[in-house]
């Protein structure tokens, strides 16, 4: 079946430091594959989306880039800012109405 | 746009006793989920409905679980009895599914605890 599998966190960075969060992805077909993200007492909220091989999603300074070949959607940010602490959820759906949802990755960013 | 409004947004409950979450999502959105969020097992969904037809109740976790969609702007969430098992955030999401549109909005959620 779908399935999406992402790292392990928590994930604790100082601020500026480059994040990347590891998201692979198992699927029948060719799914449309998101990054959402959860602040403390808020439901989720797309981040980002791509929708095919080798797009590249990109919002508020994350990206990720939609491989195929991997199977893979990692986030990154180049400079990560304390705002940015949250939880992290890649996801995937293949157009059957079901979006299936890694465990999610928590973010601590230090001052 | 006011976006998906859950309440209540929390709700402390002692077991056996029935708890209803409520949800009225995005006007003009015609698909809604129910998820279920708990440390363990991450985010599951538990139905959804499309035109307030349920569609796939496959995630709802036994009988004690129903879901309602009485009209296009109002659905519920209703466990009874309930039990400290089912402790968890519980969110409700819409959407509009089209070729290019396939994202979902999601509530704040219901905290719901079991005593």
């Known amino acids: 079946g779908n399935s999406v599998t992402q790292m392990e966190g928590p994930v604790t960075l100082s601020e500026e430091a480059f994040l990347t969060i590891n998201c692979t992805y198992t699927?029948?077909?060719?799914?449309?594959l998101f990054w959402y993200v959860q602040y403390p007492g808020e439901g989720l909220q797309l981040l980002l989306k791509?929708?095919?091989?080798?797009d590249k999603g990109s919002n508020k300074g994350f990206e990720a880039t939609y491989r195929k070949e991997t199977t893979s959607f990692h986030l990154e940010k180049g400079s990560v800012q304390v705002s940015d602490s949250a939880v992290y959820f890649c996801?995937?759906?293949?157009?059957?109405?079901?979006?299936?949802f890694g465990a999610g990755t928590r973010l601590f960013v230090k001052a | 746009d006011a976006g998906v409004i859950q309440s209540p947004r929390h709700e402390v409950t002692e077991m056996g006793q029935e708890v209803t979450l409520r949800c009225k999502p995005i006007s003009g959105h015609d698909y809604l989920f129910w998820y279920r969020q708990t440390m363990m097992r991450g985010l599951e969904l538990l139905i959804y409905?499309?035109?307030?037809?349920?569609?796939?109740d496959s995630g709802m976790p036994e009988d004690r679980f129903s879901a309602k969609m009485p009209n296009a702007s109002f659905s519920t969430l209703k466990i009874q009895p309930s039990e400290p098992r089912d402790s968890a955030v519980y969110f409700c999401a819409s959407s509009v599914f089209g070729r290019t549109n396939e994202k979902l909005f999601f509530g704040s959620g219901t905290q719901l605890s079991v005593l």
């Open positions: 699927a029948t077909g060719y799914p449309s």
């Open positions: 409905f499309n035109n307030n037809v349920p569609i796939d």
């Open positions: 791509a929708t095919k091989a080798d």
């Open positions: 996801a995937l759906s293949t157009g059957g109405f079901k979006t299936i």
